[in-house]
């Protein structure tokens, strides 16, 4: 537990002038489950407490390699309300991507066709490229895009967050 004069600050960024995402102070048993930064680098400063430190991150990853499979997505662990990832795959230029989905659990709508959480896929670098998939619910077919490159983007709102989804690629 945090003593009364205890504190500890994670900012977003490199230095102490980056917004204040998480602060806890004071005596508490409390354990935060979870923060969202947007950057790629936080910066925590702790006032005499002791702080034990889990990190993971699944958003916006670049990917680069040949006959490789990585997983990318949230590996199962309930996705956060307003989640906004991106993730781009780069292989040689020979070669095509296969995306595979191992796992899926995205909270779908009562309509297909504007689903409240989903995963898109795009067929090129970016989210300007043409859509090849939209993932929502409980399965997914496999992939393949047509290039060398291909980018996804998972949205969700605030009502309700599952599980997430485990995608694989390979070249």
Known sequence: PLRSVDWYRVL????????????????????????????????????????????STYCNEHFVGNDTETHIGPQLQSYPAYSFCNWLID??????????????????????STPYDKFIVFDGPSCA??????????????????????AAMFISDNSIEMDGFVTQFTA
């Open 91 to 112: 292989v040689n230029p020979e070669y095509r991507i296969k995306l595979d989905f191992t796992a899926v659990s995205i909270e779908p709508s009562l309509t297909a």
């Open 12 to 55: 977003e960024g490199e230095d102490c002038l980056g917004k204040t995402v998480l602060l806890a102070k004071g005596p508490s048993t409390e354990t935060e489950t979870w923060m969202k930064s947007f950057q790629r680098t936080v910066l925590i400063i702790v006032n005499g407490a002791q702080l034990n430190i889990t990190y």
């Open 129 to 150: 490229s043409p859509v090849i998939a939209v993932v929502s619910g409980f399965s997914a077919k496999s992939i393949m895009s047509s290039t060398n490159q291909l």
